[in-house]
């Protein structure tokens, strides 16, 4: 065996030893052997184990959890327009630091994404400056301004992967319907930030006790819920694939539910942020915790946890939205909106599943699986033989505290500053190259 412990930066053979191989899509949960060679998953030695060649690498994962790398349907990398937020350099380590291999970034940049030219943009830039896999998702409308849809057939042609004014909802019910008929026709999501802004206002978090008492403007959950009942008529009436981003409410659960029961094509994430946290966190005035749409209430967040557990909710997307320093740092009501989050993703998750609230398969299968198959990428978020080599290994129970500054993404805008997790990515891989791995271990 040829050892050496560079980071290895071209598809190698690389050995991945002793790990719970957690593999939603094959239903695999099984401790044993992981092989990729040349890029790709080679075998699992619970199917059976091929022969190792002379020169591979070894990852010890005893007492690790291996899985498919993570899949995040809805994050912002800024890039183009904010680059002192966030560059699709440095996104994509944040986001393989967090062991994801695939993200999905939203069209709110500058200009936004509602021509060819800014998917072929970001495609580029993934290229040659990413380290995970990069799929843009483009406008619903032109400049994201609600009133004309965008061109869906030329951003689909050059890349995009689905179509959201994320940031916005889309206010219009003719447009939405459009938007719609269209992906009916054409098979590709609708992600709809599904927020009534004549609820909201300038709301800045949850309307209830906490805003009462802390004198903030909020945003009932009824500005969430009422834009997704119109849009589950809309699809009622049109067809199509309607996503519901960032599920925060119980209310919105319920809908989706029955909407689900009704046999209307429908599909929904939840953060990360909106399964863990709740209004609390905004006491003290912490602009950390402003997001949107905003954290809720407990019986919220118990309802985003059963809505995941039963299916009613598909797929857990980090929504991570890094900001300046100087956009956090000002009083709570002009602050930006949004969490930097694909650091501390999987920490916060593997609460629930220590506190007994979810299982681990069924996390897994919300990072990986599901929304692969919502981008009905059979070959994504897999480790089937043959498949591209996206792992990530992590340490079901390695505690550590978060300290923003140690992030690598430019946002540092955490509410979980200081708070000790226990769940950690140990290494990534990325197409059979290592692209993150924690300093402790090291390629033998
Ligand atoms: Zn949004």
Redesign the pocket.
Known sequence: MVKTKRLANQPGNLLIRGGRIIDPSQGINVVGDLFISEGKIAWLSTHQAGPLPENHQVIQARGMVVCPGFIDLHCHLRQPGFEEKETIATGTRAAAKGGFTTVCCMPNTKPPVDKAAAVEYIKSVAAKEGIVRVLPIGCITEGREGSELADFGELSASGAVAFSD??SPVMDSSIMRSALEYSQESGLPIID?CEDPTFSQDGVMNEGLVSARLGLKGIPACAEESMVARDIRLARLVGGRLHI??VSAAGSVELIRSAKEEGIPITAEVTPHHLTLTEEKVVGYNTNAKV?PPLRTAEDVEALISGLKEGVLDAIAT?HAPHTGKDKDCDFTTAAFGISGFETALGSLMGLVHRGKLDLVTLISKLTHEPASFLRRSDLGTLKPGAQADVVIFDPNAEWAVNPDEFVSKGKNTPLAGAVLKGKVIATVYGGVVVYMDKAISLK
């Open positions: 994320d940031g930030h981003a960032h949107n929504d």
